[in-house]
């Protein structure tokens, strides 16, 4: 069936790039997307790729798409500390299916 | 705010209570799902409409879980007969027909005693 795989933490230092990554299994994708939830808060769209593309970029945050490897990364730049929180890689057709998340922890 | 309301945020009730939720998604978005969040976890699907018809129910959903959409608008979600398990944040998500965002409400967060 579908599934979506994170690493569940990452911790950087405040100013260092922080790169998190996703596997996924379903093929017939249109778009992937990466999704952000802070503490108490909904889940928040940060970005999303097309799935014939390689590579996205939004201000800090780059996406990187390896259809063969069906690997997602998300980059973001000079790391702040209100980029503290959850974050989701989805991926589906007809429905969003996410992963675990991964948890950012950002440190002076 | 997205513009999906969910009602209400927060809901205690004892096992073997029925519990039913509201979402009003963004008018005109013909498409509304359902997903469960537990504690360290990423939502789980539980089922979509397309305007008023369900098109697909999770195997999660058990006899328990219905929902319901039926002018094609504001959806609700009822369980039946509430088990500890169920204890969760209920999400909904609407999508505009040729849309690729899918904007979440706030989330009902439900906890069975």
């Known amino acids: 069936g579908e599934d979506v795989e994170q690493s569940l933490f990452l911790s950087v230092r405040e100013g260092d790039s922080s790169v998190i990554n996703c596997t996924y299994t379903?093929?017939?994708?249109?778009?992937l997307y990466w999704y952000k939830q802070e503490p108490g808060a909904g889940l928040q769209l940060l970005t999303y790729?097309?799935?014939?593309?390689d590579m996205k970029q939004d201000q800090r945050l780059t996406v990187l798409l390896n259809k063969k490897d069906k690997h997602l990364s998300l980059r973001i730049a000079d790391t702040q500390t209100g980029d503290s929180a959850i974050y989701f890689c989805?991926?589906?057709?007809?429905?969003?299916?996410f992963g675990a998340g991964t948890r950012l922890a950002v440190h002076p | 705010d997205t513009g999906v309301s969910q009602d209400p945020r927060h809901k205690i009730t004892k096992r073997g209570q029925n519990v039913t939720f509201r979402c009003d998604p963004i008018?005109?978005?013909?498409?509304l799902y359902w997903y469960r969040q537990t504690l360290g976890q990423g939502p789980e699907f539980l089922t979509y409409?397309?305007?008023?018809?369900?098109?697909?129910k999770s195997r999660l959903l058990s006899d328990r879980f219905s929902a319901e959409r039926p002018k094609g608008s504001f959806s609700t979600l009822e369980i039946q007969r509430t088990e500890q398990g169920d204890s969760a944040m209920y999400l909904c998500?609407?999508?505009?027909?040729?849309?690729?965002?899918?904007?979440f409400g706030q989330g009902t967060r439900l906890t069975v005693v």
């Open positions: 989805a991926d589906g057709y007809n429905k969003l299916i």
């Open positions: 379903d093929s017939s994708s249109t778009y």
């Open positions: 790729i097309f799935s014939n593309m």
């Open positions: 008018s005109e978005h013909n498409r």
């Open positions: 409409f397309q305007n008023e018809a369900q098109l697909e």
């Open positions: 998500a609407s999508i505009p027909g040729q849309g690729t965002e899918a904007f």
